[in-house]
């Protein structure tokens, strides 16, 4: 039976990233409801990592959860946007690995984008919504690290392609982290710098 996307898009007004998954879990993996809610999800982790120091900033390791309200007043000073690459899916086997999703609506992300007009910079995270996202927007499909450019209505984007968060993927904590520390450095940029700060870096 087809799934629909439990969540909300997170889409604060300002925002200059859009982080873009592929679909959550099932409910009963859930430790909050919000975005990557599996608490062996390391997403949170390294956005603690990469912004505080410390991989533990915004986990609640005695409840198995995290601090909810501390995520989504941070994401919303930072500016990153957080949905997925797919509406709706059927689980083939239960879980939320690409290789067991078969989709059956993909977002329009495109749309989705328009409604973030500082936005200059998409993350994905996984084959799958690499795939759908690129597809999307007309571009091939860069290397894990790496990134292609396109554009939105003559508005300049590059599309990066990070490291899956999850444990099943076979690297460090901190060599995840390394990854996204270089796009999630973009937002220190004064907004006036960004567009030019933007085409300057990354190789990870």
């Known amino acids: 039976m ?5 969540f909300e898009p997170f889409l604060p007004t300002e925002a200059r990233l859009l982080m873009l998954g592929t679909f959550p879990p099932a409910e009963k993996r859930w430790s909050m409801k919000f975005y990557y809610p599996n608490f ?4 949170w982790r390294i956005v603690g990592l990469c912004f505080f120091g410390d991989a533990m900033h915004f986990v609640r390791q005695h ?9 989504e ?34 977002t329009d992300l495109k749309t989705m984008l328009r409604q973030l007009p500082h936005c200059q910079t998409v993350v994905t995270a996984g084959q799958l919504a690499t795939a759908i996202a690129c597809r999307q927007f007309g571009v091939d499909e860069p290397k894990t690290g790496q990134y292609s450019e396109f554009q939105l209505d003559g508005r300049p ?9 999850s444990r099943a993927y076979p690297a460090p904590l901190t060599q995840k982290a390394e990854a996204y520390r270089k796009v999630f450095a973009l937002l220190s940029q004064a907004p006036a710098l960004f567009y030019v700060a933007i085409t300057l870096f990354f190789n990870s």
């Open 2 to 6: 087809a799934e629909s996307h439990p």
């Open 73 to 106: 007043t941070f994401l919303a000073e930072k500016g990153i946007a957080l949905y997925d690459t797919c509406t709706k899916v059927v689980r083939t086997t239960g879980t939320a690995s690409d290789k067991d999703l078969q989709v059956v609506e993909e």
């Open 157 to 165: 984007m590059r599309i990066y392609r990070m490291p899956s968060t």
């Open 40 to 43: 062996t999800n390391d997403m």
């Open 63 to 71: 409840e198995k959860t995290y601090d909810l309200e501390a995520l």
